[in-house]
T-cell receptor
Framework: GQQLNQSPQSMFIQEGEDVSMNCTSSSIFNTWLWYKQDPGEGPVLLIALYKAGELTSNGRLTAQFGITRKDSFLNISASIPSDVGIYFCAGQLSGNQFYFGTGTSLTVIP | DTGVSQNPRHKITKRGQNVTFRCDPISEHNRLYWYRQTLGQGPEFLTYFQNEAQLEKSRLLSDRFSAERPKGSFSTLEIQRTEQGDSAMYLC??????????FGDGTRLSIL
């Protein structure tokens, strides 16, 4: 299957700091999604991106669909303790299958 | 709650037994997906349905796995003759056409 590389693999930050993570692929994707997953629960959709260059915000979260269509970025501003979790990117080629990255684990230190 | 619902949340079974999981999608969603997730990994696609038709299956879906969506609403995923390697979280997601997928909380399968 397609390989999506997420970085960093894990992050430990102080409450109030901004966070940046990204997802890259060797393939061109038509859609990028960002999810957050808490332990024992399913992934929750944060942001969906449909066009190259698109920049979309959801509260303190901002995500961008890379111009090359091979990458996407997620930023979290002014982190709070409830931002803790694993963040996954997912990309869709033509067709219906989404490919997920291996996740970025975020720890926020109060 | 109008989200995706999965049952059971946890299943512990002995190797060799058959297990069946159920997924109830968001009611207006015509597409339903099954994924498998192991520790430290992202979800891996298994199969998807558009209404009652199973349109795509991953190579991960061996002969022991079968999924159905008989009336285009809920779906079941059955694993026959379970093996140790089947231990994982099985996630269901639904979407409206090619829109973003919304996930349930999964069924965690443990094989003894």
């Amino acid at each position: 299957g397609q390989q999506l590389n997420q970085s960093p693999q894990s992050m430990f930050i102080q409450e109030g700091e901004d966070v940046s993570m990204n997802c890259t692929s060797s393939s061109i994707f038509n859609t990028w999604l960002w999810y957050k997953q808490d332990p024992g629960e399913g992934p929750v959709l944060l942001i969906a991106l449909y066009k190259a260059g698109e920049l979309t915000s959801n509260g303190r979260l901002t995500a961008q669909f890379g111009i090359t269509r091979k990458d996407s970025f997620l930023n979290i501003s002014a982190s709070i303790p409830s931002d803790v979790g694993i963040y996954f990117c997912a990309g869709q080629l033509s067709g219906n299958q989404f490919y997920f990255g291996t996740g970025t684990s975020l720890t926020v230190i109060p | 709650d109008t989200g995706v619902s999965q049952n059971p949340r946890h299943k512990i079974t002995k190797r060799g037994q058959n297990v069946t999981f159920r997924c109830d999608p968001i009611s207006e969603h015509n597409r339903l997906y099954w994924y498998r997730q192991t520790l430290g990994q992202g979800p891996e696609f298994l199969t998807y349905f558009q209404n009652e038709a199973q349109l795509e299956k991953s190579r991960l879906l061996s002969d022991r796995f079968s999924a159905e969506r008989p009336k285009g609403s809920f779906s079941t995923l059955e694993i026959q003759r379970t093996e140790q390697g089947d231990s994982a979280m099985y996630l269901c997601a639904s979407s409206l056409q090619e829109g973003p997928q919304h996930f349930g909380d999964g069924t965690r399968l443990s094989i003894l």
